[in-house]
């Protein structure tokens, strides 16, 4: 097991601002607190050579649970355990282990170049000087980073930029790597590359990634399992598949027809099968049903009538995700 | 480990390069504030051939050291340390394998190295020229006084160090940076010889470590203390850099528990 949360709880004391300047005089003196639990209860175990995702809205606790996962944050209750260490007792050793990349924050030297922060980085965590080059370079190559080695990170654009994070938090390869939000703010292009190259590490060094993100599209294109927070609690942890049946609308496929067909054609062939039928107009006929149900209605339909043309149309995670955040929390995980 | 920090002392050496505007606004303002202070205090001695136990050469050289020795052990590093905390910043440090102030003490290092090479050497050399006042003449008396520069930079770093962890428990103090920073250079002689101050002044301050950041190595360069009495003056400066772990070892780790990282 690479990853053991238990029971894990954070509570933050806020000072609340009285208002006006008589509030302000008072606060001299006298300040209010809020206690906030951001993070409540949470239970999960992640497996070596994992690739999942941590999603929830802003504020429902994931960038605390990373900074108490990564040895930042002391939890206020609970366990953690990765890698056989507790993170916040033997932080310097157990950040040997782990890679980080916070989208929102650099890890770079501003008026350095890559190439220098690289090396800086390598005496860091006192990686063997031929090994760590060799691997530097596989980095360089894969991420397609050579022609901006040699400026000035404050030069870079976002994307090169986030791809020498990825890869300076790689230097000293970490079996488990932490991705607080890559993606934001890149384009098409520089994600893609971005997960190919994921993707890749994860097959050829087992290096288990936990993402967070709110970019639907990441999830679908990198992990199989997600868990799902919302105030500091955990309302979902399962597979990504799962998740689509439990919260995902029905599939809808359009059929256009070759002859006039009414609803109940369309019925009298399915039988009982439940499904939702609507009609566009005299030949198009719109049908809503569970995914699981789609090669079955596809050949019956296909079979009993003339088809002229078919559009398929699957939910995407991001309505799963708007699905959930708008059913009341309620605790549904299981393992 | 010992090549990390060889490593952090390069790179703030080559940032410290980086940054030359900086680098010669700061001799102006220095060659400013010596040549204001060497006519002040020729005023202020007018017909006087000793005050407070010093000559007028052993004053004007004293001022000279004085703020040759603070172009040495003078850092940003409680500054630096503040803006780190407040912008949150300080996450990126706790993910790397290393001590949090060890490295900071590393840097302030660096910068000093560069200050002494770029700043102090030739500044001293080059206020030389216009003001005459006497380098030690003996061997000792310089390594002396180079053996308490070194000590007085370590104890000006760990006080930086101390303000600087205050910023983890207020998240501002700016203020506090700053009148630190005044309180310094009051305190440990900078801006007049302790032997000037008040007598009840005197014995409160012999309890405080200031002095020992600047006083202390530059009235051994005036030559106002002497040989053996120098030994007993660095020996009470390794005193306070001992004395001086305490509360930041204590501090630092009050600190790591109450980490709250600002935004994100």
Redo the contacts between chains.
């Keep these: 097991m690479m990853i053991q949360v238990q029971d894990l709880q954070k509570v933050?004391q806020i000072h609340q601002a009285r208002s006006g300047l008589s509030g302000a005089f008072r606060d001299l003196f006298n300040r209010n607190y809020k206690t906030v639990k951001a993070v409540d209860g949470l239970t999960f175990s992640v497996e070596e050579g994992e690739m999942f995702a941590l999603i929830g809205e802003n504020g429902a606790g994931k960038?605390t649970t990373i900074?108490m996962l990564?040895?930042?944050?002391?939890p206020t209750a609970g366990e953690i355990r990765i890698n056989g260490l507790v993170p916040y007792k033997e932080?310097?050793?157990y950040?040997?282990s782990?890679g980080?990349v916070?989208g929102?924050?650099?890890?770079l030297?501003w008026?350095?170049s890559p190439m220098?922060s690289f090396?800086?980085l390598r005496?860091?965590?006192?990686v063997d000087e031929t090994e760590g080059v060799k691997w530097l370079d596989r980095l360089i190559e894969e991420l397609d980073m050579q022609s901006f080695l040699n400026q000035p990170v404050r030069k870079l654009s976002l994307g090169q930029r986030m791809r020498c994070e990825i890869a300076a938090s790689l230097i000293h390869k970490p079996k488990l790597l932490f991705l607080?939000e890559p993606t934001v703010g890149l384009d098409v292009l520089v994600k893609q590359k971005i997960r190919e190259f994921l993707r890749n590490l994860n097959e050829t060094e087992h290096t288990t990634v936990l993402l967070t993100t709110h970019d639907v599209s990441d999830i679908e294109a990198l992990c199989k399992r997600v868990i799902v927070m919302d105030k500091g609690q955990l309302i979902f942890d399962g597979l990504l598949a799962e998740l689509k049946e439990r919260w995902g609308s029905d599939t809808e496929v359009t059929f256009h027809l070759k002859k006039r067909t009414t609803t109940d054609d369309v019925r009298q062939v399915l039988g009982d099968l439940p499904c939702e039928i609507t009609q566009d107009n005299e030949i198009t006929v719109k049908l809503k049903f569970k995914h699981e149900m789609l090669p079955y209605v596809l050949s019956t339909i296909m079979s009993a009538f003339e088809v002229s043309d078919v559009k398929v149309q699957e939910t995407s995670t991001e309505e799963i995700v708007r699905n959930i955040y708008s059913t009341p929390s309620e605790v549904v995980s299981h393992a | 480990m010992l090549k990390l920090y060889a490593e952090l002392i390069r790179i703030r050496f080559l940032t410290m390069l980086a940054y030359r505007v900086n680098y010669y606004s700061g001799i102006i303002i220095y060659a400013i504030n010596i040549g204001a202070y060497y006519f002040l205090w020729g005023s202020i001695y007018a017909d006087n051939t000793t005050l407070a136990g010093m000559t007028l050469t052993q004053m004007t050289s004293y001022v000279a050291i004085a703020w040759m020795s603070r172009a040495f052990y003078f850092n940003n590093i409680d500054n630096e340390i503040g803006m780190e905390v407040r912008e949150g910043k300080v996450a990126v440090e706790m993910l790397r394998p290393y001590n949090y102030l060890s490295v900071k003490a590393a840097q302030a290092l660096g910068e000093g190295i560069f200050r002494f090479a770029f700043f102090a050497i030739p500044g001293l050399i080059l206020i030389r020229l216009f003001i005459d006042f006497p380098f030690p003449s003996t061997f000792s008396a310089w390594g002396l006084y180079l053996i308490s520069l070194l000590c007085g930079f370590v104890i000006n770093t760990q006080i930086n160090l101390l303000t600087g962890v205050l910023t983890f428990f207020f998240m501002r103090n700016e203020g506090l940076i700053f009148a630190k920073r005044m309180i310094v250079d009051l305190l440990a002689g900078v801006i007049v010889p302790i032997s000037f101050f008040p007598g009840w002044a005197q014995s409160v301050l012999g309890y405080l470590p200031f002095q020992a950041i600047n006083y202390y190595p530059s009235m051994i360069f005036a030559g106002v203390i002497q040989a053996d009495k120098a030994l007993q003056v660095i020996l009470i400066q390794l005193v306070w850099i001992v004395v001086l772990f305490l509360p930041i070892t204590w501090l630092w780790r009050k600190a790591r528990h109450n980490l709250v990282v600002q935004g994100g």
């Design positions: 933050f960038s900074k990564t040895g930042i944050l002391n932080r310097e050793k950040v040997n782990i980080v916070f929102q924050r650099s890890q030297w008026d350095l220098e090396r800086l005496r860091v965590y006192q607080d």
